[in-house]
């Protein structure tokens, strides 16, 4: 089995560079803004009393979807390997006196959040460290507090799709080490570590089509429409984009 630490050294690699020029770019594109505004609604689906809650997301980039947040929450907190997302994230939050975002991982972040979410973070772990992180997660919630994951579904028809066509592209958007995690055996880790865990599926075509034309905004949400419909389809849903997954402590669960 390969270090974790070599597979930690090359996604921080490929993030420096991501972070320093294209990302900022693609980001502010209206198709990816509207998906960003999209997991945000997701996210707020999630907090009881969303101007009280404290937020952490794991994996932030470049803030982009927390910020779009911040308006709506107590506090935003987000966390990051690579420092020159962290340094975009909080150019570009300068404004915001809620909003937070530190060079770190999940074995540096302190306190204790209403909600933790990664989107299209935890399949950039390892295998040893995906094993490890739903106990790490644990001890970041309040009591009440819930953890959301967005992550690519190893059973994807896109992916399928998209490695055929369009596979320059597919390797545009993606690391040498990241990969498709399996929804139920991924849930399956956070439920051995005390949770309560649900899976759902997100997407066929949103966020692929986001990724391919970032800016047609139009094509986006006709897309989104379709992927609503779409995802209500039991059978079919286990062959959608992207997984979700939430993931809650019991009452009675004592944290270590």
């Not at 998906?35 to 937020?55: E, I």
């Not at 966020?207 to 094509?219: D, K, Q, T, V």
């Amino acid at each position: 089995m390969e270090d974790s630490g070599d597979v930690v050294e090359r996604e921080l690699r490929y993030h420096e560079k991501l972070y320093s020029g294209f990302a900022q770019q693609h980001f502010a594109r209206p198709a990816v803004r509207a998906l960003r505004a999209h997991m945000v609604s997701r996210l707020l689906r999630l907090l009881p009393d969303a101007r009280s809650a404290r937020v952490l997301s794991l994996g932030c980039g470049i803030g982009d979807t927390e910020i779009l947040l911040a308006p709506y929450v107590r506090e935003v907190h987000g966390v990051d390997l690579s420092p020159a997302a962290i340094r975009q994230a909080r150019q570009d939050a300068a404004g915001l006196a809620n909003a937070r975002f530190f060079e770190g991982s999940l074995d540096s972040v302190e306190g204790q959040f209403d909600l933790v979410f990664g989107i299209f973070f935890l399949h950039h772990l390892p295998d040893a460290m995906l094993a490890a992180a739903p106990s790490k997660i644990a001890r970041m919630l309040a009591t009440g507090g819930c953890f959301y994951a967005l992550d690519p579904n190893r059973f994807r028809l896109s992916g399928a799709v998209g490695s055929l066509v369009v596979p320059h592209l597919m390797r545009k958007y993606q690391t040498a080490d990241e990969r498709e995690l399996d929804p139920l055996r991924t849930a399956g880790l956070f439920r051995t570590a005390g949770f309560d865990a649900r899976v759902g599926y997100y997407d066929f075509l949103s966020s692929p089509l986001a990724g391919l034309f970032p800016g047609w905004r139009r094509g986006y949400l006709a897309a989104r429409m379709w992927d609503d419909f779409l995802i209500g389809i039991p059978l079919l849903q286990r062959i959608g984009s992207n997984f979700e997954l939430v993931a809650s402590l019991p009452p009675a669960a004592v944290k270590a």
